[in-house]
Every structure is written in C-alpha cells, then in structure tokens.
C-alpha cells in the first residue's frame, strides 16, 4: 500500500484499506496498537528486541544472525499469525496500548 510513514497513521491506512491483522515491521520498536485490529509488531533488529522484547511480538533477527532460515522464520511468523487470527492477544492489546491517527495533509503540492 502506498500509506504515509507515520507509524499510526500507517496502520490506520492499512485497516482502512481492508487488512484483518496488521504485522508492521519496526527497527527501532514503536511499541503501538490499534483499536480496530491486532497489530503484530516484528523487527530484525536484535538490539531492539533485547530492549523491547515486552513490546514486540516477533523477532527475525536470527535470520540475519544464520541462526535460523528464513523458511523456519516464516513459519514462525506464520504460526503466530494463526494464533493471533484465533484470538491470543498481541503485545499491544495485553499492554492496552491502541492508538489510531488518520493523515490530514495531502502527500502533493
């Protein structure tokens, strides 16, 4: 999708458009939700995992690191898609952590 960058704003733009679930890749961690919708949160960043393990759901981290493949890693994240899909909670939701954002200004001049 072609959405802003704003991280809830993103979100938002992706259940708009019609997304269930939302698995949103963070680097740097931003530990947020939705209201509408399960947001699960991945990074490959190993340095924010360890900070922020309590707010991420998945980390793919060892498949930069060669400690696993990326076929495993996929079907972790399929699994925990499934689980999140038949109603465990996410991080977010556990945290009480919903925040939604709509983007106001036109992307053109």
């Known amino acids: 999708m072609d959405m802003p960058g704003n991280d809830a704003s993103s979100i938002a733009g992706m259940l708009a458009g019609g997304a269930q679930v939302c698995v949103f890749s963070s680097g740097r961690g931003t530990p947020l939700g939705s209201p509408i919708a399960p947001v699960i949160k991945i990074t490959?960043?190993?340095?924010?995992?360890?900070?922020?393990?309590?707010n991420i759901d998945f980390n793919a981290s060892p498949v930069i690191t060669a400690d696993?493949?990326?076929?495993?890693?996929?079907?972790?994240?399929?699994?925990?898609?499934?689980s999140v899909c038949s109603g465990k909670l996410t991080k977010a939701e556990a945290l009480g952590f919903t925040e939604t954002a709509v983007m106001r200004a036109c992307n053109f001049v």
């Not at 924010?48 to 393990?53: G, I, L, Q, S, V």
């Not at 696993?68 to 499934?82: F, H, I, S, W």
């Open 44 to 54: 490959g960043n190993a340095g924010t995992w360890a900070a922020m393990e309590d």
């Open 68 to 82: 696993k493949m990326p076929k495993e890693l996929a079907d972790d994240l399929y699994g925990m898609l499934l």
